[in-house]
Every structure is written in structure tokens, then in C-alpha cells.
């Protein structure tokens, strides 16, 4: 093999694993971007550094839909459908949860907003997607969000979406947990 | 193949080994040509059989033949099939037998990894098709495996598709590198770049694209295969990830990929055009940049196979008006074509006819492509039949007829002999017949709603989806036409001149047919 052939082949070998990385680097690349462009409905916390002004403030509609992922048997609702909530101000809104199984079950909630672009002035306080739920056969309870809508958000935007989609992420190989084959209602 | 093998004996006193093993440990660009050929004709014929299968089924509503499982798995395989192992290979087939050949180098740059890039490919496919008998069936997910039907409701096979896309994608990788390090190092003294052959052009385009995608594919896969068996969420929105990550990454390796398999066709088609025609062709810059720009273009694009995911308008704008750019290279590409043929004395050969219609179907195909690049009709069209009937008009009438058109022009220099120019006529008409009787009717239950991947359909669409099926079966069976054809010619036939075709021009022509086992072990003179 001559000289200029080994300095292409090493460009080329060298290039291969790169772009494998690349492959890689695209999961955190659509994250930064989704973060950057508001895009995906994601919420990002961040601290939030605003002053609390609450003078131009103004009440817009927040709606909750809540979504149970593929084979999720609890049962899982807002506790109120829509809010009148009012921009800068501090709302709780509940969820009620029930694990309506006969074995201990872990969930985990994640939530998306709709319109995208309102996504990003949504913050939450507090909120159960934070956490795990861990419930016991039968048992019920009332997950709350503590949520505030910054008055930065565009003027158009009258009503939000808060959803939730609960999965359960039961991990039925741990033997602390209850055994598998059981009902579903 | 023993008569080919003989001739080449006679010529050469440094000929081929005997036996299995010549075919075994051979590092000669063209007895790797015809391994890559013969297998990839395998491949179709494989694929093919799948296509008879769903074909079969989808003749009549309702469940027929298959359990819709198995319709699934059917799908997902020939799709996998024909792309992978039909389309790709018989273009590196092709690669091998003529780069060397029309740059007037002796062989490839890397004639042993050559050999590996070719003998994994059979393991690869191997344990794609044997995932045909594991319990829980073949993958069933669709050729672009989109997660998490990919992987959360995948059957267990899902670890060896991943293991054989990885075989796969490492064939590939180091069939482009092989080529691009020959292109770019071994052309004879006055070969300039912009004198090379288009489809040495085409080549080198396309190994690039495969150098910089089929990595991707790879981490894709890697993801999966880490997300389904050592618990991280890639693609999984339960523990964090995001099922529509996998389609930006999957479509940013499977736009380029599209033209990975139609590049070197514009290559193949731009030179039998041109002989035919008794023409210098038309354009050859323009042609070249023409490649180059789609060849960048496609990697801005990828987004328009999402547009229903829930893209913000911004994104669906941009790839809207990034896809209809394509056009503007690719209009080039068929204007120059045409204005080849204008005025030139043209003759009909067997190939000529394959790359016209190639010429003619391609623009149908390119033409529906446009109507899908635009977002709101996208929105209707999106997972029809529309989109089913776009991408067999771009890949059967395209790439496949293109590969047929190069082995008619090219394999009298292969074998010394001239095919049967009337079967290979009657072979034309038949597969063009039945393309069109297969694909055209698919526009219409397209638009009129039938959605794609199901085993099952409405009643209204039953009329076109038997015409479709006849279509089906009579383009299947006339491939075994042209397989016999090509035996034939193997065996013998009339003997082919040097040149082989009045019009042709090229260092490929200005050897003996057949080639020897060894050609331009000197470089040739060019003037």
C-alpha cells in the first residue's frame, strides 16, 4: 500500500468511531435543544430568579389530563379537571391515585405541556413526577403539584395543558415486592 | 461459473485458484464483484419471496394465508432484505468489479479487508433469517424499528436483528472505506478527478454518506440493544428518554441511506444513456455537482419522514422547503439525461431500455416524493399506501432497474459472452409491466386512505389491491427470467468484442472479454 493510501485509511478509520460518538452525542444534542427551543412540551427545572411581582398578573385556564401508559391498571384523575389560575401566583392542584391491584407497585409520573411554548413558564415547586409512588394493594392517594405560570408567559396563550402519563415501573424481578401473576382489576 | 473460470485460465498464466477456496480467500476485486453479485441476487430472490407472501395476502380482504404475526414479520424482513442485503450489496458488487477497472487500478486498495467485507455479510444474514424459527418469531417491528415497538414490545429476537445489523453496518463501513481509499489514491497517471467516470463519482460520493451514516445506524441499535437488556432509557419516556429521539436519530442515518441507494444508479445510468445514445454525455459537471449537493442536502432533511410526530412549525417548515431543494440537483440530473439523448442516434438495447425506464419511473417517484415533502398533505398521505407506492417507484424502478441495466451493459466484459438480447428484451417488458401494474395502482388506494403495514384492508380498496397483486406476481416471476438469462450467458453465448457496445467509452472497454483475472497491472496511457 503506498503513502497516500495509509493517510486516507487512517482518516477514514479515524472517522468511523467518531461518527458512532456522534450517534451518542445526538441523545444529549436533542435534549439541549429541546431545552433551548422550548420544543416537546419537556419542563425543565430551573430555580426560578424572577421577583414575585404579581401586578400584572392575569387569569388564564390550566387543564389536567392525566394518561395511564400501556398495561397500567391504577386508577389515576385530576382531582379537578381545569383551574382559573392567575400568572405569577403559586396553585396546588391534586391528583388522585389508587393502586387497584392486589400487589405492591412502583409508578412514575412524567409530564408534558401543551402549547410547547408555554413550557417553559411553568414551574413547578413540587410535584409527585419528582418522585417515585410506591402503593400497597388497594391503597390510595392524593399526589399534589405546587405550580406557579410566570407573567413572562406570551399573551396568546390562554389555556395550558398539564398532562401526566403514569407508568408503572413495578421492578418484578426485586423479591421484596410482591409476586407477578396477579389480576389486573 | 466453471466456464468463466476456464477462460480466465486460458488468458493468465497468475490465474485463480481452484476450487472453493478461490472463492473463499480470494482478494481479487473481481471475484469479489461476483461474490457481492451472486449473493445479493440471493438476497432478492429471498426478499422477493416475502413480497410474493404479502402480495398473496393482501389479493383478497381479509385474513387469507398467513397469521397477521407472520404478515409482520414479513414485511419487516423483506424490507430489511432487500435493502441491506439486495440494494447495498449488488452496488458494492458493481463497486468491485468496475472502479479498478475504470480508474486503471490492478485491484482494490485493501484487497483483504475486501475479502472480510464481504464473507461476514453471509453470517449477518444467517442470523437475520434464522430469527425466522426462534420462538416468538422474526422481528416484527417494521424495517425502521421504531422504538418502543422495537424494543419494550420487541419478541426476544430483537438481540440477534441488532447483532446482524452491527455485521451489517460493519460490511458496509469497510466496503466504503475500500472504495474511497482506491478512488482516491489509485487512479492511473492522468485520471484527473474531474475526469473519473460518474459512477466511479457516484461511488465515491456514496462511500462517503455510508462512511458517515452506517456508525449512526450502529449507535441506534447499540441504544437499543442497552435500553432492552442493561435497563437504560434511552427510548423509554418511563425512565426519562424519548421514543421520538430513536426516529431523529434513525432518520438522520436513514435519509442518506436513501441515497445511498440511488447515487451510484444515477452513475450506471448516466454512462449506458451516453453509449446508447452515441453521445458525449451532457453536463458531466454539472452532473457531479449535481451528486454532491444532494449528497449534502440529505442530511438536512430527515426530519420530513416525522412530520407527524409533533414537530413545531419552524422545524416542518424548514424540512419542508430543505426537501423540495432536492429537486433542484435532481431536475439537473434527468434534464441532462434528456438533453443526452437529444439528437443522438439512439438504439435500444436491453440496457438502454432498463435506464430509460429508469429515467422515466424514477421522476414518477421523485415526483410523488415531492407531494409527500409537503407538510400538510404529508399529514393525509403519512403511512398510506401513497408512501408505499413512492418508495418502490424510487427503489424497484430505480435502483433495482438500474442494477439490472448494469448487468446487461456490463456482463459480456464480465463473461466474454453476449446475453440473448430477445429474453432480455422480454425480461424488460415483463418487469416493466408488472412494476407499474404492482406500484401505480398503490397511488390510489394510497389517497384514498388505506393505511400501509396491516394484513388486513377495506373493502373498497379490494379492486386495485388484486390488480396490484397480479402486477406482484408477474414482476416476481419474470426475476426468474433474468436469473436464468444471466446463467445462460455464464455458460455461453455469442463472444463479445473489447468494446463490447459501439458508443462505449472507458478503460473498462479497452480490455479483453472477459476481463482478465488481472487487468492494469501497469497503468494504462491516457491521453
Same mark, same amino acid.
Given at each position: ?185 | @461459473? ?193 475526469? @473519473? ?236 409491466? $408488472? ?56 455458460? $455461453? ?35
Amino acid at each position: 500500500m503506498n503513502k497516500g493510501s495509509k493517510k486516507t485509511l487512517t482518516k477514514l478509520i479515524i472517522a468511523v468511531p467518531l461518527m458512532f460518538a456522534f450517534g451518542f452525542a445526538l441523545v444529549p444534542l436533542y435534549d439541549v435543544f429541546c431545552e433551548v427551543t422550548g420544543l416537546n412540551g419537556k419542563v425543565f427545572q430551573s430555580e426560578h430568579t424572577e421577583s414575585l411581582v404579581i401586578d400584572d398578573g392575569r387569569s388564564i385556564s390550566l387543564q389536567f389530563i392525566s394518561t395511564n401508559n400501556e398495561n397500567m391498571p391504577w386508577t389515576f384523575q385530576p382531582s379537578k379537571e381545569v383551574m382559573k389560575i392567575e400568572t405569577g401566583k403559586y396553585h396546588t392542584a391534586t391528583f388522585f391515585v389508587k393502586n387497584t391491584t392486589n400487589k405492591k407497585m412502583v409508578a412514575q409520573a412524567v409530564p408534558s405541556v401543551a402549547p410547547s411554548n408555554a413550557a417553559a413558564h411553568l414551574k413547578k415547586l413540587e410535584c409527585f413526577c419528582f418522585e417515585q409512588q410506591e402503593l400497597l394493594p388497594g391503597e390510595e392517594a392524593t399526589l399534589p403539584v405546587k405550580l406557579l405560570v410566570s407573567n413572562e408567559l406570551p399573551s396568546n396563550i390562554k389555556n395550558i395543558i398539564l398532562s401526566y402519563t403514569i407508568f408503572d415501573i413495578t421492578d418484578y424481578n426485586d423479591e421484596s415486592l410482591a409476586h407477578h401473576e396477579t389480576g389486573m382489576e | @461459473m466453471s466456464a468463466v473460470i476456464e477462460n480466465h485460465h486460458e488468458d493468465h498464466h497468475h490465474g485463480p485458484a481452484k476450487g472453493i477456496t478461490r472463492w473463499l480467500y480470494t482478494t481479487n476485486h473481481k471475484d469479489i464483484g461476483t461474490l457481492y453479485l451472486w449473493f445479493s441476487f440471493a438476497m432478492f430472490l429471498i426478499g422477493g419471496a416475502m413480497a410474493m407472501v404479502i402480495r398473496a395476502e393482501l389479493f383478497q380482504p381479509g385474513m387469507q394465508i398467513v397469521e397477521p404475526e407472520f404478515y409482520n414479520q414479513m414485511i419487516t424482513l423483506h424490507g430489511l432484505i432487500m435493502i441491506f442485503g439486495g440494494v447495498m450489496p449488488a452496488f458494492v458488487g458493481l463497486a468491485n468489479w468496475l472502479v479498478p477497472m475504470m480508474i486503471g487500478a490492478p485491484d482494490m486498495a485493501l484487497p483483504r479487508m475486501n475479502n472480510l467485507s464481504f464473507w461476514i455479510l453471509p453470517f449477518a444474514f444467517f442470523i437475520l433469517l434464522s430469527s425466522l424459527f426462534m420462538e416468538g418469531g422474526a422481528p416484527n417491528f417494521g424495517w425502521t424499528f421504531y422504538a418502543p415497538l422495537s424494543t419494550t414490545y420487541a419478541p426476544p429476537s430483537v438481540t440477534f436483528f441488532i447483532f446482524s445489523v452491527h455485521i451489517m453496518g460493519a460490511s458496509s463501513i469497510m466496503g466504503a472505506i475500500n472504495v474511497v481509499v482506491t478512488i482516491m489514491n489509485m487512479r492511473a497517471p492522468g485520471v484527473g478527478l474531474m475526469k @473519473m467516470p460518474l459512477f466511479v463519482w457516484s461511488w465515491l460520493i456514496t462511500a462517503y454518506l455510508l462512511i458517515a451514516v452506517m456508525p449512526v445506524l450502529a449507535g441506534a441499535v447499540t441504544m437499543m440493544l442497552m435500553d432492552i437488556h442493561f435497563g437504560t432509557s434511552f427510548f423509554n419516556a418511563a425512565g426519562g428518554g424519548d421514543p421520538v429521539l430513536f426516529q431523529h436519530i434513525f432518520w438522520f442515518f436513514g435519509h442518506p441511506e436513501v441515497y445511498i441507494m440511488i447515487l451510484p444508479a444515477f452513475g450506471i445510468v448516466s454512462h449506458i444513456i451516453e453509449t446508447f445514445s452515441r453521445k458525449q454525455l451532457f453536463g458531466y459537471s454539472s452532473m457531479v455537482w449535481a451528486m454532491l449537493s444532494i449528497a449534502i442536502l440529505s442530511f438536512v432533511v430527515w426530519a420530513h419522514h416525522m412530520f407527524t410526530v409533533g414537530l413545531p412549525l419552524a422545524a416542518e417548515i424548514f424540512f419542508m422547503w430543505a426537501t423540495m431543494l432536492i429537486a433542484v440537483p435532481t431536475g439537473v440530473k434527468v434534464f441532462n439525461w434528456v438533453a443526452t439523448m437529444f439528437r443522438g442516434s439512439i438504439t435500444f438495447e436491453t440496457p438502454m431500455l432498463f435506464a430509460l425506464a429508469f429515467v422515466v419511473l424514477f421522476t414518477i417517484g421523485g415526483l410523488s416524493g415531492l407531494m409527500l415533502a409537503i407538510v400538510p398533505a404529508d399529514f393525509q398521505y403519512h403511512d398510506t399506501y401513497f408512501v408505499v407506492a413512492h418508495f418502490h417507484y424510487v427503489l424497484v424502478p430505480g435502483a433495482i432497474f438500474s442494477i439490472m441495466a448494469a448487468v446487461y451493459y456490463w456482463i459480456p466484459k464480465w463473461t466474454g459472452n453476449m446475453y440473448d438480447e430477445r429474453l432480455g428484451k422480454l425480461h424488460f417488458w415483463l418487469s416493466f409491466t $408488472g412494476v407499474n401494474v404492482t406500484f401505480f395502482p398503490q397511488h390510489f388506494i394510497g389517497l384514498a386512505g388505506m393505511p400501509r403495514r396491516y394484513p388486513d384492508y377495506a373493502l373498497q380498496f379490494a379492486d386495485w389491491n388484486m390488480v396490484s397483486s397480479v402486477g406482484a406476481f408477474l414482476f416476481g416471476f419474470s426475476q426468474l427470467l433474468f436469473l436464468f438469462i444471466v446463467l445462460k450467458t455464464v455458460m $455461453g453465448g455469442k463472444k463479445a468484442t473489447a468494446q463490447v457496445w459501439e458508443g462505449a467509452k472507458g478503460l473498462e472497454w479497452s480490455v479483453a472479454s472477459p476481463a482478465p483475472y488481472h487487468t492494469f497491472s501497469t497503468p494504462p496511457k491516457i491521453d
